[in-house]
């Protein structure tokens, strides 16, 4: 967090407020939302498909009318792919896997599908996505309420609930601008 707020600092210089046309500029965030979803696509299967007719696939016949259901989370983490693929690392996507991107070429990384049953809201999603967490991040200094390590069990309600205090980063101006 602290890393993406310095560079949005040193982009925008807090005298404004972000738009999307600096997003490109902001390196560290977008490998900050590769990662993140990664490790927690927007669904973590993919839309039914259905065999249209009989094939082999990795050596298994399968038949025709055989409804299929990829779990992108596994592909997502697959430790033959990915080193230490539960671990939330960075780096990866400035070094190793800097070529990868979200629009469904690279099959180890498809948060949003491929071919021609990608997500078709993928562009505004992750624009969005961008927009809105970096318009956080550079309005708002974030601190965990207490020193415990936050539980990042993946459920629907969270056992541990996260609870952090918000602090303004910006001149009470900019607020008014937004």
Same mark, same amino acid.
């Given at each position: 967090?602290?890393?993406?707020?310095?560079?949005?600092?040193?982009?925008?210089?807090?005298?404004?407020?972000?738009?999307?046309?600096?997003?490109?500029?902001?390196?560290?965030?977008?490998?900050?939302?590769?990662?993140?979803?990664?490790?927690?696509? %927007? &669904?973590?299967?993919?839309?039914?498909? *259905? !065999?249209?007719?009989?094939? =082999? +696939?990795?050596?298994?016949?399968?038949?025709?009318?055989?409804?299929?259901?990829?779990?992108?989370?596994?592909?997502?983490?697959? %430790? &033959?792919?990915?080193?230490?693929?539960? *671990? !939330?690392?960075?780096?990866? =996507? +400035?070094?190793?896997?800097?070529?990868?991107?979200?629009?469904?070429?690279?099959?180890?990384y498809i948060p949003f599908g491929s071919g021609r049953r990608i997500c078709?809201?993928?562009?505004?999603?992750?624009?969005?996505?961008? +927009?809105?967490?970096?318009?956080?991040?550079?309005?708002?200094?974030?601190?965990?309420?207490?020193?415990?390590?936050?539980?990042?069990?993946?459920?629907?309600?969270?056992?541990?609930?996260?609870?952090?205090?918000?602090?303004?980063?910006?001149?009470?101006?900019?607020?008014?601008?937004m």
């Amino acid at each position: 967090m602290e890393k993406v707020q310095e560079e949005i600092d040193i982009h925008v210089r807090n005298k404004r407020c972000i738009n999307e046309f600096d997003i490109n500029k902001l390196v560290y965030l977008q490998v900050v939302v590769k990662e993140t979803l990664r490790l927690y696509p %927007p &669904s973590s299967l993919s839309g039914i498909r *259905e !065999f249209r007719e009989d094939c =082999f +696939l990795g050596g298994y016949h399968v038949s025709k009318g055989t409804r299929l259901l990829t779990n992108l989370w596994k592909i997502q983490t697959d %430790p &033959s792919i990915w080193e230490d693929p539960l *671990e !939330f690392k960075l780096e990866r =996507f +400035l070094t190793t896997h800097k070529e990868v991107d979200v629009k469904g070429n690279h099959f180890e990384y498809i948060p949003f599908g491929s071919g021609r049953r990608i997500c078709p809201e993928i562009s505004f999603g992750i624009r969005t996505t961008h +927009l809105t967490l970096t318009s956080f991040l550079q309005c708002f200094e974030l601190s965990k309420a207490s020193s415990e390590p936050i539980d990042m069990t993946a459920v629907n309600i969270k056992v541990t609930p996260l609870k952090v205090l918000i602090k303004p980063r910006l001149s009470s101006l900019l607020y008014k601008a937004m």
